[in-house]
């Protein structure tokens, strides 16, 4: 018996009682586990002064050298300040916890048990990924439980059989068309094919998208949320290096801007106004 021998005709209670309500549960669990993330999320700490003053400084001396090739200072200025700077860099002015002792060890990372900052992070992720996980398994519980082996929908566009294992599951029937769709498929096809309307319902940051559980399950938990450890110490030193690099490359965009707008205007650079 041929696949386009065999028709089906089904309820129009099916489509209102097993496909409507379907999707309109995944829809609201979606925006409801959105809310819950927001809600479970909590506020980021405050840095303390130090710690925002090493930070900037860093920032600081990146936008300088970065501009250093048309750089908006003049060249006393400049100078002065990438001096400056590198001095301090140097000294270890700017860290935070003072200059480094030189008879000191390196200091050791920090343990993410004992760092509350990191614990607070972890705990964060893993309440984010029971959020994202039991609504899906009980979802998927209920479809199993009360809708099992019933055939929803069938598609207006032509397919191959070899969607027919991902549109038919729960159905073992190999004669049925592969357009139709069991009520387990209808939830999957549900699962990543609501993205789109979250993002035009809660914008395109939200917690409600699918497309950020196809990475591992634990894998928010099994690394820190919490804020990296960085070795400004080393960075200072780093900077200090590419700070003297660009002040070989320094250029001042002010230089000769009186010649040049005599050039541009049609005007003789010698000729005195």
Known sequence: MSNSAVSLYLDPQIRDWV??????????????RHYVV?????????????????????????????TSANSPIPPTYYHSISQHLSQA?????????????????????PNPLT?????DGMMSGMKTQMVMMVPQMVIMGWINFFFQGFVLIKLPFPLTLGFKSM????????DMDVRWVSSLSWYFLNFFGLNGLYRLILGGDN???SSREMTTPFAATAAP????????????????DNL??????????????????????????????
């Open 225 to 240: 949320q919490g804020p990296q450890v960085q070795d400004f110490n080393k960075l200072f030193k780093a900077e200090r």
């Open 207 to 209: 917690s409600a998208d």
């Open 19 to 32: 496909l409507f309500p379907i999707t309109v549960v995944m829809i609201l669990v979606g925006i409801l």
């Open 115 to 119: 760092d509350p900052a990191m614990m």
């Open 244 to 273: 003297q690099f660009a002040e070989g490359l320094y250029a001042w965009i002010g230089q000769d801007v009186e010649d040049r707008i005599l050039t541009k205007y049609g005007r003789s650079p010698d000729v005195m106004l």
């Open 89 to 109: 860099f140097e000294d270890g002015t700017y860290l935070k916890d003072g200059p480094p002792k030189s008879d000191s060890a390196a200091p050791a990372p």
């Open 38 to 66: 927001l809600l479970l999320q909590s506020p980021p700490k405050k840095l303390p002064r130090a710690a925002i003053r090493e930070q900037r400084a860093l920032a600081r001396s990146q936008i300088l050298r970065t």
């Open 167 to 174: 549109l038919q599951r729960g159905v073992e029937t190999p």
